[in-house]
Each structure stands twice: as structure tokens, then as C-alpha cells.
């Protein structure tokens, strides 16, 4: 009868490493995705030009643009609807949020080095560029593992041509 009820326990103490394991490579899978989403806004947000000063010989990111650009691109890498709330497929249960979006223009001296404390983030740029955080949260699947939040960190400089 022994042998049944620690049969029936290592079962238990089994199943409850596999749900971590579980969690923790989806969780991984998830801030990768979120990852590759963000570098592609900060890219995408990188080559919004504003036009009247590309036509004065000056390199300088429409800054209205690059935000447009960076939710954009960063809702559909996410998959997620127009208001930000995660479609069916979405490795997000929760709606993510751009918390800092910063346009470094040709108006700075560089190399430019920006900081940012509050998210302790610090990039030297050499060129114009732009600066995406994101705020990603991952809801576990099983609730074994304690609750996890990103802030998902990318830059993109204008490349010359």
C-alpha cells in the first residue's frame, strides 16, 4: 500500500516540475517574441523621415511618425487588435505598452549616449536614432511560477546610404 501512495506522490511532486519547465519555456519563448518585436519598431520607427528636411539635405525622424510607426509595428509583431488587446493566437494574454519612446534627432552631438534610469537602460548612438521600451507581461499558465513583467528594451539609428 506504501509503494502506491508514493507512486501517487512522485506523480504529483512530477507533474508539478513539468508545468514549471512548461511555464518557464513559454515564458522564455514569450520575451523573445517580444523581443523581436520591439527591435522591429525601433527599426520601423527609425526610418519615418520627415520629408521637408530629407529636401533641405538634413537627416531628421518625424517624431509624430515614429510613434505611429513604433505601435504599429509593434501591435501587429504582437499580434495584437487596434486597441492593443491581444488576438486569439497572441503569445500575450495581456495588452503591452510602449513606456518610453524617444526620437534622438540630428539636433544632439554625436556619438549621443542616451540614459535612461528609471528602466536602467543606457545606449551610445552614432547617428539619429530611436529609442523603444516596452512594458510586456507574461501570464502563466499553470500559476506555478510567480507572475513575470518586461520592460523590453530596443534602439534603431538611420543607416547611411
Not at 520629408?51 to 518625424?62: N, S
Not at 491581444?86 to 549621443?112: K, M, W
Request: glycine share 6%.
Amino acid at each position: 500500500m506504501y509503494k502506491l501512495l508514493l507512486f501517487i506522490l512522485f506523480m504529483v511532486v512530477w507533474t508539478l516540475l513539468q508545468a514549471v519547465q512548461t511555464d518557464g519555456e513559454m515564458a522564455m519563448q514569450t520575451l523573445f517574441h517580444g523581443k523581436h518585436a520591439v527591435n522591429r519598431a525601433a527599426h520601423a520607427a527609425a526610418q519615418q523621415l520627415d520629408q521637408d528636411e530629407l529636401a533641405a539635405g538634413r537627416l531628421v525622424i518625424d517624431e509624430q511618425a515614429a510613434a505611429v510607426a513604433a505601435r504599429d509595428y509593434l501591435y501587429y509583431n504582437l499580434q495584437l487588435g487596434t486597441d492593443g488587446e491581444p488576438l486569439p493566437g497572441s503569445y500575450l494574454r495581456e495588452q503591452p505598452r510602449i513606456v518610453a519612446l524617444e526620437v534622438i534627432n540630428s539636433d544632439r552631438h554625436f556619438p549621443y549616449t542616451y540614459r535612461n534610469p528609471q528602466y536602467d537602460y543606457e545606449v551610445t548612438l552614432q547617428r539619429p536614432g530611436v529609442v523603444l521600451i516596452a512594458y510586456v507581461p507574461y501570464t502563466r499558465a499553470f500559476r506555478v511560477i510567480d507572475p513575470i513583467e518586461w520592460h523590453i528594451k530596443g534602439t534603431a539609428e538611420l543607416v547611411a546610404g
